[in-house]
């Protein structure tokens, strides 16, 4: 396996990922909670950009069963059902329904690499079965979505740890560059921490605005097993599973 690192979605040529697996990374907080929602039943994530374009597509989809829910600068969108708090997403609350989310960065990713011939969600919360369901892949990149263009810890660590996984799984035919090394090293140094985790810039700016408990959730590792999937703009689990 041929593995590539993106420390951010800017770096990324959507164009050249055609014969890729591309595994996206948001761990405070899209990618966390996209995992939560299906993992509480939901039954797919439509992920999109703006707040506009959410507001249309789950009125298309017909609001008895379709949620809203994203954040801009941290909160929940006004009028939305849901922020990106991944403890929002209850079985009480998203079973059985499609939702409809749009993120600072996390959405903006995934969109970003919808043209790689595979396209898996991870997060701390699910490491291990994204390392298991994408091993057999040729090519991998790793996209972090960083934060508002800039490097993010969380999500580089992550990168990190999902490389290290597959490295024991794979063994000397793992290949990587500077920036799978990089990713890589920082795993090895720090683990997941949770002081860590709150002292990122994610980090600070959820605590700003009283979601410092998401970070502690959020850095739990492999609590799931389910890998959620891309395709055609719609994300559900990839083994088709129920929660």
């Known amino acids: 396996m041929n593995a590539t690192v993106f420390f951010t979605l800017q770096e990324v040529d959507g164009a050249v990922l055609q014969d890729h697996t591309a595994v996206v990374i948001d761990v405070l907080r899209a990618s966390s909670t996209i995992v939560a929602a299906l993992a509480a039943g939901a039954q797919a994530i439509y992920p999109v950009v703006s707040t506009e374009e959410a507001i249309k597509l789950a009125t298309s989809l ?16 006004e009028g939305f059902d849901l922020g990106n708090s991944p ?8 079973g059985g329904k499609r939702v409809v989310m749009t993120t600072t960065n996390g959405t903006r990713a995934l969109l970003a690499v919808d043209g790689a011939e595979h396209v898996l969600v991870a997060s701390f919360l699910n490491l291990s079965a994204v390392a298991a369901a994408c091993a057999d892949a040729e090519r991998l990149a790793v996209v972090c979505a960083g934060r508002e263009g800039r490097f993010s810890i969380d999500d580089t660590l992550c990168a990190g740890m999902l490389l290290s996984r597959l490295k024991e799984r794979l063994g000397g ?40 408990d998401d970070v502690a959730w959020c850095g739990r590792v492999d609590v799931e097993e389910l890998v959620p999937k891309l395709k055609e703009r719609i994300i559900q689990r990839a083994d088709g599973g129920g929660s």
Not at 186 to 205: K, M, N
Request: charged share 30%; aromatic share 4%.
């Open 87 to 94: 403890r929002e997403f209850t079985p009480e609350m998203v």
């Open 62 to 77: 017909g609001r008895e069963d379709a949620l809203l829910a994203g954040e801009r600068r941290g909160l929940k969108v």
């Open 173 to 212: 035919t793992l290949e990587v560059e500077d920036a799978g090394r990089s990713a890589l090293a920082l795993a090895e140094a720090f683990g997941v921490d949770d002081a860590l985790l709150a002292d990122s810039a994610a980090g600070r700016s959820l605590a700003e605005v009283g979601m410092l």
